[in-house]
């Protein structure tokens, strides 16, 4: 009866198992180190049923990046409410970044520490979702700095320095916050707001840090 099931499960569903045993393995055994048939056993299906859905263990990682990279993008997105302050839209992405990246570590781990250190084409995957929620919070960042000053006209590039050092503490909070116990989503996103708000509250005010002359 099991092999019957088997071969009757949707194909989505046993490409949804292989995926995840491909994470697990890749997250915690290294791209290099893991092997598909490693990946074949936890996900409990033949290697050869692997290479028949995902033709390459190459072409198996770029998918798992793939599919990693749109979840916490998405994450970061819907925790959003376009009406809310500018303020309240950084907090609530923020949540949402930590709250994805605490309960899908190894997808985490596949993005940040796997991806980014095995070369083209992997590391390019990453870097173009990267973009994505740099994009997204220099428009936020840009938004609200355009009300403060009551300048619509105030480019994006004014700000963009801005957002690509907000994610990069975003990035390392959240190697931090997985690898100490007890830190709850909520803190890790608590700390690059006091972090981070405070000095964006001064440039919103018009009184940026300036370095002694």
């Known amino acids: 009866m099991g092999a019957v099931k088997g071969k009757r499960m949707p194909r989505a569903v046993r490409e949804r198992q292989m995926m995840d045993a491909a994470v697990r393995t890749f997250a915690q055994r290294g791209y290099r180190a893991a092997s598909m048939d490693e990946i074949a056993e936890l996900a409990g299906v033949s290697k050869p049923l692997v ?24 994450a970061v997105r819907s925790a959003i409410t376009p009406d809310e302050p500018a303020d309240g839209q950084l907090w609530a992405g923020l949540r949402g970044f930590f709250t994805h990246t605490a309960e899908h570590p190894d997808g985490w781990a596949v993005l940040h ?93 018009g009184e940026p840090w300036s370095p002694p002359r």
């Open 51 to 74: 290479y028949l859905y995902l033709n390459s263990k190459e072409e198996l990682f770029t998918a798992c990046i793939r599919r990693e990279a749109a979840a916490l993008v998405g």
């Open 113 to 205: 520490a796997q991806a980014r250190t095995q070369g083209e084409p992997f590391a390019r995957e990453v870097a173009v979702m990267r973009e994505e929620i740099v994009a997204f919070v220099t428009l936020l960042i840009a938004e609200a700095a355009r009300e403060a000053h009551r300048n619509p006209s105030l480019p994006e590039r004014e700000v963009a320095g801005l957002a690509e050092a907000l994610v990069g503490a975003a990035e390392a909070l959240a190697v931090w916050a997985n690898t100490t116990e007890g830190v709850t989503a909520k803190q890790a996103a608590s700390t690059l707001m006091n972090f981070a708000w405070a000095g964006l509250g001064n440039l919103m005010r």
